[in-house]
């Protein structure tokens, strides 16, 4: 082979440089008007999106309803001590559920919620509707958002002057919660409020 002359090698570099440079730049302009719809469309098909509420992941419903937990047994501990010892504490474990049946998990809780508030002459909890025949993990979100809120008001009015604003706190440590395990933590606490408006109506 003949070798390169140097002078076209000097010139040939920086050209296929420019040229290369110029070639990132057209690829990177062109990437970066789709990205967006790439990444949601990812997690439309993974989590489920709603254009009115966004996207949630179900780690993020299962730290919600571990603070509805948290709240329930602090009004049993300082309200029902007697009955502390009957709650249960083991969740039930199931396996591929979805958000659908979360959702409706949810609104059996906010029934029983509602008992609890009427109790408490209260307002009774709202309902999110579906956007969709199924409900989403951001429509999951809201309803057990709606069932803090109301909690919270009815503690307000059972301790009053007392501050509740930690049971709003989401750590969200463990991010490989699925639908499965928000549900389970659903009915655990569903059955931990069952038990506890059971032995209020007995004593009143």
Not at 134 to 162: F, H, T, W
């Amino acid at each position: 082979m003949m070798p390169v002359p140097s002078t076209l090698t000097n010139i040939a570099l920086p050209t296929m440089r420019k040229i290369a440079r110029l070639l990132v730049g057209v690829l990177l302009c062109f990437f970066s008007m789709f990205p967006s719809a790439t990444f949601a469309d990812t997690h439309k098909s993974e989590y489920g999106y709603s254009d009115l509420y966004g996207e949630l992941t179900p780690s993020q419903v299962y730290e919600l309803v571990k603070n509805i937990d948290a709240l329930i047994m602090r009004y049993a501990q300082k309200h029902r001590p007697q009955r502390v010892n009957a709650l249960p504490t083991d969740p039930i474990r199931v396996s591929n559920y979805t958000p659908e049946q979360v959702f409706v998990a949810l609104l059996a809780l906010s029934d029983n919620i509602d008992r609890f508030l009427q109790a408490n002459h209260l307002p009774l909890i709202k309902r999110i509707e579906r956007e969709q025949n199924n409900a989403i993990p951001a429509e999951v979100y809201l309803q057990a958002g709606l069932c803090l809120d109301s909690l919270i008001m009815a503690m307000s009015r059972i301790e009053n002057g007392k501050s509740f604003g930690d049971f709003y706190a989401l750590k969200e440590s463990d991010k490989t919660k699925t639908p499965s395990d928000v549900y389970a933590l659903v009915d655990l606490v569903h059955r931990k409020l069952f038990v506890l408006l059971d032995a209020g109506s007995q004593q009143q």
